[in-house]
């Protein structure tokens, strides 16, 4: 009875056992031929073999982002210059003549310093010296008009003015080639209307920044300390070779260049273009 209990149990179990297994093969060939769902490539990857990955390296920094070189400095010598500061410029002149004995021993000394100036010389004089204001011209200087016979051009009719400028251009013009472009009006005396009638003639008014009164004689020394004292950068110097005794001016000469050169002065000839 006991044996037949047992049969039927172990009979039961294995009907059990192959009921079971059919499933489980038919589930797990289902599994094995089901199709696979192809997996989207990520947006901007390319198909194909992917690049290797490099190894990390126990223990190494984490690779940093490139560096970026910046241009350097030009070499000193290629720095922008700073413009060189304006010249110390002094204009040295001389009015009234030219003169057979002073001009020629102001003309030795400039050319003995190598200094040039500029001469405002009268038409009366030019006539009278032709060929000192030639050299004059010769020599480098500059010679301008200073009128035929030195009025007082505020108190001269139209017709007188432009006589006096334009027969002292004419003389001037005879003996160098050159028609001046500036007057200089005798004492400094101008207005409204002797700018107009020398502009009218082609002229500008040409005066003067340092007035040492070299005309009055006041002394070598003195002419001398007051040109000295007075001169900065662009001044502009009124001496006379002209209309006078002028050997207090001759002799106060070579101190008032040299000193100036010392100081680092340059002389220019013309103050007209």
Request: charge should be positive.
């Amino acid at each position: 009875m006991r044996s037949r209990s047992l049969r039927k149990l172990q009979l039961s179990v294995l009907a059990m056992s192959l009921a079971v297994a059919p499933l489980t093969a038919v589930d797990t060939t289902a599994r094995a031929e089901a199709p696979r769902r192809p997996i989207p490539p990520a947006a901007g990857a390319t198909t194909g073999t992917a690049p290797p990955v490099p190894a990390a390296t126990t223990g190494s920094a984490p690779p940093t982002a490139p560096r970026v070189t910046r241009p350097s400095a030009p070499p000193a010598s290629s720095q922008p210059v700073p413009a060189a500061a304006p010249a110390k410029v002094v204009y040295l002149t001389f009015d009234d003549g030219p003169k057979a004995t002073y001009t020629e021993q102001i003309l030795k000394l400039l050319a003995a310093h190598g200094v040039r100036a500029t001469f405002f010389v009268t038409g009366a004089q030019v006539k009278a010296y032709p060929e000192i204001t030639r050299r004059i011209h010769l020599q480098g200087h500059s010679v301008q008009n200073h009128t035929w016979s030195h009025p007082r051009l505020t108190r001269v009719s139209a017709a007188r003015f432009r006589s006096e400028i334009t027969g002292t251009d004419r003389a001037i013009r005879a003996r160098t080639g050159y028609t001046p472009r500036c007057l200089r009006p005798p004492y400094g005396a101008y207005d409204g209307t002797v700018k107009a009638r020398a502009a009218a003639l082609g002229k500008k008014l040409r005066l003067w920044t340092v007035d040492p009164q070299d005309w009055a004689r006041p002394g070598t020394r003195t002419i001398e300390n007051r040109v000295l004292n007075g001169v900065r950068p662009g001044s502009t110097v009124l001496l006379h070779d002209g209309g006078g005794d002028r050997s207090q001016t001759v002799a106060a000469l070579p101190g008032i260049i040299t000193t100036l050169k010392a100081r680092g002065y340059v002389f220019h000839s013309t103050m007209c273009p």
